[in-house]
């Protein structure tokens, strides 16, 4: 009887001492993919891995690459002046990345509706991912929404946007604004007015602050058009308080 319990203790010993090996090695590598990640960012020379690749060495700490790239491609998206020179043709290739080592990691479906349906400007490639996002997160009612908004904004598809707003509203806990977005977007309204309610929404619903920084940004945009397309002064003061209300808010 002892000696079994002595085996099971050196047994148990080992075991432990060979997961912490596994750790360490797994949040080296994480680190080694991280720096070589972001050097070859800088140099224009990003050759992201393949889903399955990652998953296969990953050792089963598939979140804390998902969390490495991630952060690789905050850094990517906030480039603005190398953005601007390649067109943002890489944020399908991170977020799918992202998403399929950690399908429940939400941010990256609000981005793969802002960086690959807006900026890279492949609604259908953000629409790829959302889906993903709605397969593996059936108890949220933020997939569905982000897929309308990416049907709505990105691919001017109002009535697909509705039947994802009507689905959304389904889900328990969802707000009740939901079913009157899909209302509105049924109405004959000018689809500049839809525009700025969806992406109030958008910046008024949610927490986070990169997809509130990006739904302000977008806010901004859409009041200027309507600043510099409104002849009336009153019209135009209402816009300036607007302006001066996004500008207030963080």
């Known amino acids: 009887m002892k000696a079994t319990t002595k085996t099971r ?3 148990m010993t080992l075991s432990w001492c060979a997961i912490l090996v596994l750790m360490a090695f797994a949040i080296h590598y994480c680190q080694e993919k991280l720096d ?3 050097k070859s960012q800088q140099s224009g020379r990003e050759v992201l891995p393949k889903p399955e690749a990652l998953h296969l060495l990953s050792l089963g700490y598939d979140q804390i690459l998902a969390d490495m790239y991630w952060l690789s491609f905050i850094q990517y998206f906030g480039d603005g002046p190398a953005r601007q020179i390649d067109h943002y043709s890489k944020c399908y290739d991170y977020l799918n990345l992202v998403s399929a080592l950690d399908s429940h990691f939400i941010q990256a479906y609000w981005f793969a509706l802002f960086a690959v349906g807006a900026e890279q400007r492949r609604p259908d490639l953000a629409d790829r991912i959302i889906s993903r996002g709605l397969s593996a997160n059936q108890d949220n009612w933020y997939l569905p929404y982000i897929a309308g908004v990416n049907q709505f ?3 001017k598809d109002e009535k697909a946007a509705a039947k994802y707003y009507k689905m959304a509203a389904k889900f328990p806990g969802s707000p009740p ?3 009157r977005q899909a209302q509105i977007l049924d109405t004959n309204l000018p689809r500049l007015f839809k525009e700025i309610r969806t992406w109030n929404t958008v910046y008024e ?6 997809v509130r920084a990006a739904a302000r940004s977008k806010l901004i945009d859409l009041w200027r058009y309507v600043y510099r397309h409104t002849p009336e002064a009153h019209s135009k003061q209402e816009v300036i308080k607007q302006l001066d209300k996004l500008s207030a808010k963080p």
């Open 9 to 11: 203790s050196i047994f």
């Open 36 to 38: 070589t990640s972001l």
């Open 153 to 155: 904004i990105n691919s």
């Open 177 to 179: 604004w939901l079913t």
């Open 205 to 210: 619903s949610n927490p986070d602050g990169l």
